[in-house]
């Protein structure tokens, strides 16, 4: 079977004419600037439909199949968002109970709140060394399983944005035992199956449902993405329905085709690729374990959860210098040109990839040392890290709220402005997340605490980009007219 991605190219050589959309018609004179026109089509003949895939797109879709060892796998140009929307609405009925760990992205507070779900939010292990969230532990999951027995699935995210990577085979085991299925949205693991020096994808651990997202850490374009059906715990008849709903109906072929195209360079080139890849990476990593100052994390395996981790994950943390997370990023960017991924108030991360080339990851290494050496002159004057002029013992990771309001209740009621120092004790008709990595601090429904209010003005003052309130200036925040249950369905009935 012809590769989608090469008949996208020899299709735009040929001499057909587009009486058809999109409206550049292949035509680079029709707009300013320099895009792939001649491969940019709709469902037309020869080309099959992602919606009901029968041809060339069924083909692409079973060769990610049989490259990771599933039992489906289906292709998603709305990134993973859209692949796990439709994997929690497949899982878990309209209404029903679903375990989350709190940790996970955005996408899936909007899945339960699209299906007007009940969830129950087990919080990962904080790592207090290095000011990250650790893993899930699995006997959490058992004793919140066992405590509410109308839960229908178990969501987590292995690995982390971090690279923290929770016992995925022990949390399946006790998902199965329960009868139902574990979901685990591994958007930065797609890389895993290549290389040995990596940890086990969950694909191979037991998970039932699997979103990877391409173009996090393979060579594919942005917003690809693939939901593993790996077992037969969820119907795959409700997963093709509701990946149809949620993805537009004019998929974009160079999507698809860069999916295929980098499935077809892993398959011919991937281990080697990436034997080459993890070589670079692990003798920077080494290098970079010398810094005093802008330390490397290496979270210790077998403590707060961590069962694995991913070592293409470079965490910078800064809490043996003068920094904040923000400043060591902007410096890199400012002072040296390179873009990290995310900043938080402790650390700065870096994202490696099989795209990587020697030269980035020697500008790095050149960077944080100069600028931990410069760190080191600095600490010895002062006497003074940052970390001890800020008190950081005074908040943690996540501030466990109580859910007084499910997500919809909250969010489809009546809801006023509220300054957001006068708040305490309302409740939440939105949400209130830090973006990368888009986990919400606050969902619709919950009560607002002072220790919230309190985290929310440091996050604020180290400059790091909080999203989700209406008002951009985070002075004020949406709360919900009624603020007890009791007084909501009196009114609501």
């Excluded at 792939?36 to 060769?63: C, M, S, V």
């Excluded at 969830?119 to 000011?131: E, L, R």
């Excluded at 093709?240 to 993805?247: A, K, L, S």
Aim: charged share 25%.
């Amino acid at each position: 079977m012809e590769k989608l991605y090469k008949k996208l190219e020899s299709y735009g050589q040929s001499d057909y004419y587009p009486f058809h959309m999109p409206g550049h018609k292949r035509n680079p004179d029709s707009v300013r600037g320099d895009f792939p026109f001649e491969r940019d089509i709709t469902e037309i003949e020869g080309f099959d439909n992602l919606h009901h895939p029968e041809d060339i797109l069924l083909e692409a879709q079973k060769n990610v199949s049989k490259l990771y060892g599933t039992k489906e796998s289906y292709y998603s140009v709305n990134g993973s968002t859209a692949a796990l929307l439709a994997a929690v609405s497949a899982a878990v009925p309209r209404k029903g109970q679903i375990l989350v760990a709190r940790n996970c992205h955005k996408a899936v507070y909007h899945a339960m709140y699209l299906r007007e779900l009940k969830p129950t939010y087990i919080y990962p292990q904080m790592d207090m060394k290095w000011w990250i969230n650790g893993g899930i532990f699995p006997d959490k999951v058992e004793r919140c399983l066992a405590e509410n027995p109308e839960i229908k699935a178990v969501l987590i995210t292995s690995p982390t944005y971090d690279g923290v990577v929770s016992d995925v085979k022990a949390i399946a085991e006790i998902a199965h035992k329960y009868e139902i299925p574990l979901i685990v949205d591994e958007a930065h693991g797609a890389h895993f199956q290549f290389s040995n020096y990596f940890p086990t994808s969950a694909v191979e651990l037991g998970a039932d449902l699997v979103i990877q997202s391409f173009h996090k850490t393979l060579p594919a374009m942005t917003q690809t993405a693939i939901l593993h059906n790996c077992s037969g715990r969820v119907d795959g008849r409700l997963i093709r329905r509701f990946m149809g709903i949620y993805q537009t109906s004019s998929p974009s072929y160079i999507l698809m085709a860069s999916i295929d195209a980098c499935m077809d360079t892993m398959a011919a080139e991937g281990h080697e690729m990436f034997r080459e890849f993890t070589k670079i990476l692990e003798l920077a990593r080494k290098r970079l374990s010398q810094c005093r100052y802008i330390c490397l994390a290496d979270p210790e395996r077998g403590v707060n959860g961590v069962f694995d981790y991913d070592r293409s994950k470079l965490i910078f943390s800064t809490v043996n210098s003068t920094l904040t997370g923000a400043q060591l990023y902007d410096i890199l960017l400012e002072r040296y040109h390179i873009q990290m991924e995310m900043e938080t108030e402790t650390y700065s991360l870096a994202l490696a990839a099989v795209g990587d080339r020697e030269e980035g990851f020697e500008r790095l290494c050149q960077a944080i040392e100069e600028i931990d050496r410069e760190e080191e002159q600095k600490v010895k004057k002062s006497g003074l890290t940052g970390m001890e002029e800020r008190e950081m013992d005074a908040k943690a990771m996540h501030c466990v709220l109580n859910q007084v309001l499910s997500i919809s209740e909250a969010m489809e009621t009546e809801s006023e402005s509220c300054i957001l120092e006068e708040c305490i004790g309302r409740i939440s008709a939105e949400f209130a997340y830090l973006y990368p990595p888009g986990i919400p601090l606050l969902t619709p429904g919950e009560q607002i605490t002072g220790k919230f209010i309190r985290n929310i003005k440091i996050y604020t003052e180290e400059g790091l980009y909080l999203q989700g309130l209406e008002d951009y200036t985070n002075q004020s925040i949406r709360v919900v007219k009624q603020t007890t249950k009791e007084q909501y369905e009196e009114t609501n009935g």
